[in-house]
């Protein structure tokens, strides 16, 4: 009988951590209490933050990944950069740019489309966290197969 060493068990389990990661299994939707969602942000941006609160006083349980430069997440993560904004979150195996209304980020999980993520680029007036009125409508863009294109419009 083969003996496993305390470093191969270390190894085989950060491989089922690595592989559940890709798999999306820790950014799948839970029951009643609300997704999961990893939050990538700058410790020092009170919008972020208060996207963060937003999706917290809407049900999702949120985890904050604070961090001096998100721009390796976005770039790993493979979100264009005209569709950056501020903060990048996951959600369900999928990619959130920005400060995404929470109307799309549920039509997002519920229809499941063949996309890495949506993005609301900039940081809007009156969007999710962001302060003052609405100026303009919404244009979530969905990335990841192709050009992006219009995901929804509020």
Not at 103 to 120: F, N, Y
Not at 128 to 147: D, L, T, W, Y
Request: glycine letters at 14%.
């Amino acid at each position: 009988m083969k003996t496993i060493s305390r470093r191969g068990m270390i190894a085989g389990g950060i491989g089922l951590v690595a592989a559940a990661g890709v798999a999306g299994l820790w950014w799948t939707p839970d029951d009643a209490r609300g997704a999961r969602v990893i939050v990538f942000k700058s410790p020092l941006c009170g919008c972020c933050g208060g996207y963060v609160e937003h999706l917290r006083a809407n049900g999702f349980r949120v985890n904050v990944k604070s961090m001096d430069d998100v721009t390796p997440v976005k770039e790993r993560l493979g979100v264009p950069d005209d569709l950056w904004s501020c903060h990048t979150s996951l959600v369900g195996g999928y990619v959130v740019e920005g400060h995404v209304p929470l109307v799309a980020v549920r039509r997002l999980l519920a229809e499941k489309p063949a996309v890495k993520g949506i993005a609301l680029p900039g940081m809007p007036d009156g969007s999710p966290g962001m302060p003052g009125p609405k100026s303009e409508p919404f244009v979530i863009q969905a990335f990841g197969a192709g050009a992006p294109k219009v995901f929804m419009r509020l």
